[in-house]
């Protein structure tokens, strides 16, 4: 039953999941060691045109380190990057035309203004006419400060800065870590807005967040990482698995969780703040009721668990994961 | 815009860049002005002084000559050290190579380029010195024939071309410090690491080459060749120290830029 109900079996998508859509950024057993640290483990992604793909997990699992080798910034231990046709680390320059994006903080020459700065990593893929600049600088809300050297600009204007960069030749994939650190609100919903945006266009998106609603708000599909492997991906509609678990309320929860993890399985049974979540079919519940009972457990109440938000899902996930590695 | 024109307009934008070239502009005043006012007049080639000191206050010339005398050994390694050193763990240290390498370029063209606008930092640096040297010297003693150190007089016009070919010779030589420190640069993130680490190699290296129990060693350190140039300020030029010490440098050169692609084509950019 446990295994029945792991969302990274059911979930994880094979490599050519795109169907009759074309596969604009994969990655072949990408694997990553740092001495003895495993970083990123055997990573198997697919991102399709179109996509808004969300790259979520913890901090520590290994997201900035996959974006370093798609960008060919670091050289993986094994496997390998594919953008298009072409693969990373191998033919990197011509995959990363292809290419726009940042990886941890968009770092810029600070002495220099933002056009400045933007006309000269932008023209490393080419001609870029001041128009474009404009464009870009517009796009994310820095038209009134393309003047100003860089040195002056906050956090958040650094941030928007990059994503400017990230879209000045018109890449087909951008790939953006944690675009929205540092933003407020306002700027937070702008940059969500200007990446679905991109997804209307048919800009296939790879968004690294740990803001788990906002992986929720923008993508179509995500994958779920934990200690530099893959726990789960897929639609992001799929992540909220069909729930088959039920709530269970009784006038003592800690005898109710003994006897119904003698019925199920231990790790199958949780705690909700006051209810017990059973990972259980409802055919199981008039069972589950009657040995209760049979043990002097008050029922109080048993309901279906309602579906879980993308949070749940990945502290199940991960949660589940540090269990089996503690078992 | 190329690598080349871009690195450049990176260096032409760095307050530093002007601290360099201003101390070596400046250089040449001091060292006429120090000339001028000294009562105990030059230094005694006897006691180890540099000949060319001696005859600054004959002819402005020699303040060109006895400016790179000067520096040679210290101020101009130290200025090719920081050059070579901010080309990888400069930026790295500013988290700017990153950005740079997200784009497509290849590494070894980033490597070549930076290496090349290195060297041209020191190449202006030495232009600056010598029409610094020229203006100090010409305005205070006048630009008058050149006595050469086999003590054949030379007209002004072949005295300004045989400085030219000893600033030349001695850019030749920074270029194999800039070699070194940009391979340290390629090791560390911390561009004052690797200033400090080719710094240390440089003045090693000095201190070998004046030990006579290290004499088996002088010929390959390329500190030892960095005084060759005065043989252009004889008749007939002495030509063969100055080749062992253009083979030096260009091996030296050669060797260290090839260690710093090795290690900078397969390193991990963590910064």
């Known amino acids: 039953m446990h295994s029945e109900t792991q969302p990274s079996a059911s979930l994880s998508p094979p490599l050519d999941s795109c169907s009759d859509q074309t596969v604009v950024l994969s990655t072949h057993g990408l694997t990553k060691d740092f001495k003895k640290l495993r970083a990123v483990d055997r990573l198997d992604l697919s991102v399709c045109r179109g996509d808004v793909f969300g790259f979520l997990g913890p901090n520590g699992a ?8 798609i ?42 203004t933002a056009r400045r700065n933007l006309r000269m990593f932008g023209r490393m893929n080419g001609e870029v006419p001041e128009e474009r600049i404009t464009q870009v600088l517009d796009m994310v809300g820095l038209s009134e400060r393309g003047q100003s050297k860089v040195g002056s600009y906050s956090h958040g204007m650094r941030q928007r800065l990059g994503i400017a960069l990230a879209l000045i030749h018109r890449p087909e994939l951008v790939i953006l870590d944690e675009p929205t650190s540092g933003l407020d609100p306002q700027g937070m919903k ?9 997804g209307r266009q048919g800009t296939t998106v790879f968004l690294s967040s740990h803001l788990l609603h906002e992986v929720e708000l923008v993508c179509n599909r995500a994958a779920i990482m934990r200690k530099g492997r893959v726990v789960a991906q897929g639609p992001v509609s799929q ?47 008039p069972e589950m009721v009657r040995r209760l009972v049979a043990d002097q457990v008050d029922v109080l109440a048993v309901v279906p668990a309602i579906e879980q938000g993308l949070e749940d899902m990945f502290l199940e996930l991960t949660a589940r994961e540090a269990e089996g590695e503690r078992a | 815009m190329s690598h080349i024109s871009r690195e450049f307009v990176k260096i032409l934008l760095q307050k530093r860049t002007y601290f360099g070239w201003a101390g070596l502009f400046l250089v040449p005043f001091l060292i006429t002005v120090a000339m001028r006012l000294s009562s105990g007049g030059p230094p005694d080639p006897e006691q180890g002084g540099p000949q060319f000191f001696n005859f600054i206050e004959s002819n402005g010339l020699y303040v060109a000559v006895a400016s790179l005398f000067a520096l040679v050994t210290f101020l101009l390694p130290l200025l090719a050290s920081m050059s070579g050193s901010q080309t990888i763990a400069g930026e790295a240290e500013n988290g700017t190579l990153r950005t740079v390498l997200m784009q497509p370029v290849r ?81 560390t993130n911390s561009g004052l690491t690797a200033v400090a680490a080719a710094l240390v190699l440089v003045i090693i290296m000095l201190i070998l080459g004046s030990l006579s129990v290290f004499d088996f060693l002088r010929p390959y350190l390329f500190t030892t ?25 260009a091996v030296w050169s050669v060797g260290m830029t090839g260690i710093a692609w090795l290690i900078f084509r397969r390193k991990d950019i963590l910064s």
């Open chain 2, 107 to 187: 590494r070894g063209s980033v490597l070549l380029a930076k290496w090349m606008v290195a060297n041209l930092y020191i190449a202006i640096g030495l232009v600056i010195l010598a029409v610094g040297s020229l203006i100090a010297g010409g305005a205070i003693y006048g630009l008058k024939p050149m006595i050469l150190l086999s003590g054949q007089a030379v007209g002004v016009g072949e005295s300004i071309w045989l400085i030219f070919l000893a600033y030349l010779f001695v850019l030749v030589g920074m270029a194999a410090v800039v070699s070194l420190a940009m391979a340290f640069s390629t090791l």
């Open chain 1, 71 to 112: 960008f060919g910034l670091t050289y993986p231990t094994s496997g390998y990057v594919q953008i298009l046709d072409h693969l990373v680390p191998h033919d990197r320059q011509e995959a990363l035309r292809h290419v726009g994006g940042f990886v941890d903080d968009p770092i810029f020459y600070g002495n220099m």
């Open chain 1, 190 to 198: 702008d940059v969500r807005e200007l990446v679905r945006e991109l």
């Open chain 1, 239 to 285: 992540l909220h698995p069909a729930s088959n678990a039920v709530k269970v309320l009784t006038g003592d929860q800690k005898r109710a969780r003994e006897v119904l993890g003698r019925l199920v399985a231990p790790s199958a049974v949780r705690e909700d703040e006051e209810y017990l979540v059973v990972e259980a079919g409802e055919d199981l519940v």
């Open chain 2, 225 to 249: 060749h960095f005084d060759a140039w005065m043989n252009f300020f004889r008749q007939p030029v002495v030509w063969a120290p100055i080749r062992d010490a253009l083979i030096n440098f």
């Open chain 1, 62 to 69: 290994g997201k900035t380190t996959t974006i370093r080798l």
